[in-house]
């Protein structure tokens, strides 16, 4: 992407509603439709992600979802993250993450438990 000065645009910004901690274990799958679908994620590494997310969240005071997404426009390659919301709850944790400015560790920690 960068090689060809292209950007992307994350269809499943919030991995199917994985990465705003919803969940976080098997019973956890049948709180939606959708349930089934992040089960890919509960592994090691979704369950790192899922720390390191309530780690920053609690840092700035947010929830797992907006430093989720903070942490994808702060990604140069990204120009928008595709999201939805279903509620006018979720619709304010989606508008608070472009005013979040998370610092160099916190991005930094993020990458490296996503790889």
């Given amino acids: 992407v960068k090689e060809y000065d292209l950007s992307v645009f994350t269809y499943w910004s919030l991995a199917a509603g994985f990465l705003t901690g919803k969940y976080r274990n098997e019973d956890d799958l049948k709180k939606s ?11 090691e590494k979704g369950l ?20 989720a997404l903070a942490w ?9 993250p595709i999201v939805s919301a279903t509620s ?5 944790t989606l508008f608070a993450a472009p005013e979040l400015k998370l610092s160099s560790e916190d991005i930094e920690l993020l990458n490296k438990v996503s790889q």
Avoid: C, F, H, M
């Fill in 48 to 67: 790192n992600v899922l720390k390191a997310l309530d780690e920053i969240s609690a840092k700035y005071e947010t929830t797992q979802a907006s430093i």
């Fill in 88 to 92: 006018e709850s979720q619709l304010k």
């Fill in 33 to 43: 439709a959708r349930g089934e679908g992040v089960r890919k994620y509960l592994d």
């Fill in 72 to 80: 994808l426009l702060a990604n140069p390659l990204v120009t928008a």
